[in-house]
């Protein structure tokens, strides 16, 4: 279980490569170096994106907020950048 306050960026970003390609059931690998390419065009779906989510919660015992500005959702790397910049509900 990851702890985000604690974690660099890097650590972060690693860790997020690893669960959404964990997610995505052998259908997907995204390597650290395209961490900064949107999602979507990474082949990421609906369905592997709300799992992703989910996966991030579970790992790091927090709860997304309504509130969270879609852009946050664009790629791992923006959603690293938020994780460690943001507050974010604990679970």
């Given at each position: 279980m990851?702890n985000i306050?604690?974690?660099?960026?890097p650590?972060?970003?690693?860790?997020?490569c690893?669960?959404?390609?964990?997610?995505?059931?052998?259908?997907?690998?995204?390597?650290?170096?395209?961490?900064?390419?949107?999602?979507?065009?990474?082949?990421?779906?609906?369905?592997?994106l709300l799992?992703f989510?989910?996966?991030?919660?579970?790992?790091?015992?927090?709860?997304?907020?309504?509130?969270?500005?879609?852009?946050?959702?664009?790629?791992?790397?923006?959603?690293?950048?938020?994780?460690?910049?943001?507050?974010?509900?604990?679970?």
């Open positions: 990851g306050p604690e974690a660099t960026k650590d972060l970003v690693s860790n997020l690893n669960l959404i390609n964990s997610v995505s059931e052998g259908k997907l690998e995204i390597p650290l170096e395209k961490a900064d390419i949107p999602l979507n065009e990474q082949g990421i779906n609906s369905v592997m799992s989510l989910v996966a991030i919660e579970d790992n790091y015992m927090m709860e997304w907020s309504p509130d969270v500005p879609q852009p946050v959702f664009t790629s791992i790397e923006t959603i690293a950048e938020y994780l460690k910049n943001e507050q974010y509900q604990k679970i």
